[in-house]
């Protein structure tokens, strides 16, 4: 390890290894196979670049890259450092790739230095048929260093960037057995990993040892075992970014304005990020905030459809400081680099929790506080829908009309293909993420790369958490049992937003339903319910009315069943949990819940008696007949609870 350190430091100029480098490339140099997940800026690079540059002369690793212009700027670094790499794209003339490949050739001590490292698409490894002998024939003398497969989400269906070659490169461990390969990503759920991991015939074993054991038991058996006579060696990096606040902001679209302008407040003279769905939107939020702020620098604009000079002069102003501001599409971001951005907010629902992840983490990169606001609406979330649903609808439906092309019919969830339900699945999570006004939203991102994080460590720098710390706590009991009642005895089942509603009196009869004459419409029998609107008068807000859901959930006393209908739209649906019936026969029990205090709470007296549920008289009656039934029924049906 000492002398990768050395190397490290002559060639690569880097004074020490971050965590977890040092035993990856211990890993690799032992022929392990190796799976890296790391966030974007966490140094994988070095990983495999470090055991190629110190293999023995004569050795070639195969990088397999997804973007030329990401190779091109590699190779060109790689080469600066006098580290000798090469690539082979599409678009390189025949005579440069023969040259490459002639190189990689090169007998090692010869008078040519080939490369140790060859940076290819996955294109060229899967059908160039020459490329494939040149690598056969270093396999046969044993001079095939590494496979690095980089950005290798993309193998996997499940991975959201999914490019059919990658997924043929399983073939790589077939044809050339023995060659340790070292797989890298920066987004990777658990599922992706035994996806990816399966589908390169790499060893993979959720339950295996340690990294560190792995490498401790490979050394013991002499050094380099076949890779494949262990499991591959799976190292990730925590993706949690304490630097960061992360917040949610449920508002009419004309006051994301509002929440920009409190962040320049907060972070004065700093700079910041404005994310929003279309073109337009990004324009009207620019001017919006020059002319709130009477300067008219203060923000500037960029998305797909500007001129090229206007998209230049207005990153350059915003980058150099000058425009304090960047409203934009998710359009600008690659190849951004500012790390003392202070803040990113989104004026809308991004297209997932990876997403949010990707575009909210340009906010700190410099280590130092920043801000990461989702503002959101309910329509976005439909609007986003319909995009899926309705490719047609938008901006590049009308363009393909204009072009001659027929209209696409809107299609129903059970129509997509696979890839769109992929999509509508990953928009859920972003919309779980915008609806949770309980858990910590870093335990809800962390989760999506399959990472525990304990909410403890969160420290309040979440909204959800800082809520918790500073409500007070009130016995939220008597609305928790009058919802169970209503899911108990309710003719249909409801959804988290029905259930709300039904409490708090709040339910509109459906169109459909008032066309039958109301009585005869599922949701008309729920309004006639004895318990409707038992909670009409209680000081709840339904965001807090939610929460307690949630928290039933939480508690098992609810579980959410997914229902799907005809078209194939899933809905969860709420239905009572094993531990509902205990809650329900204990009537004189306190459940205290954190909630926040807001403005509607005017009455005065203690927290608890003023948020304590107000029940109208008839409908108290009611509710407490029927809550006694429910308890009596249940412990009828199974006495000592489920
Ligand atoms: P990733 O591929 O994980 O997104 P990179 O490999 O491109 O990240 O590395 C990001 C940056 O971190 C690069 O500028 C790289 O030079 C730097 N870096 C990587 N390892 C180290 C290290 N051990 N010490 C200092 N800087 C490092
Ligand atoms: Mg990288
Ligand atoms: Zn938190």
Redesign the pocket.
Known sequence: MMEALRV?ADT?G?????DP?AAIVGAALLGLDVFVL?????????CYQLPAVMAPPGTVSVVISPLISLIHDQVQQMRAIGVEAGCITGGMPDEQCAAVMQAMLAPPGGATVGPCMVYVTPERVVKSGRFRSVLSRLHADGRLGHFVIDESHCVSLMGHDYRHDYANLGCLRDEYPGVPIMA?T?TATEEVVADVTKLLRMRFDAQSRSPMALIRAARLAGGAPSPTAQPCCLFRKSFNRPNLRYSVVEKPRGRVADVVLDLMKKYPGESGIVYTLSRQQAEDMASAVCKRTGREDAAVFYHAGADDAVKQANQQAWQAGKATVMAATIAFGMGINKPDTRWVVHASLPKSLANYYQESGRAGRDGEPADCVLVWRHADFKSQERMILDPDSGRGGAEARAAGAPRRAPMRPNQLDHHARGRLASLGTMLDYARDMVKCRREHVLAHFGERFSPDQCGGTCDNCERRRKSTKIDVAPAAMAMLGIVRTCPRTLTTTQLVGAFRGALKPTAKGRAKGGGQDRMAAVMSHPSYGAGAAATFTKDELSAIVQQLLAEGCLFKEDEMNKAGYNTPRLVLGPRASAFLASPGRKWLLPVRQTGRVQATGAAESKMALRVPQRHAQALERELRAAVAEHLKAEPGGW
């Open positions: 490290s690569f880097h004074r020490g290894f971050r480098q790391m966030p974007t800026g966490g140094g994988k690079s070095l890298l920066a």
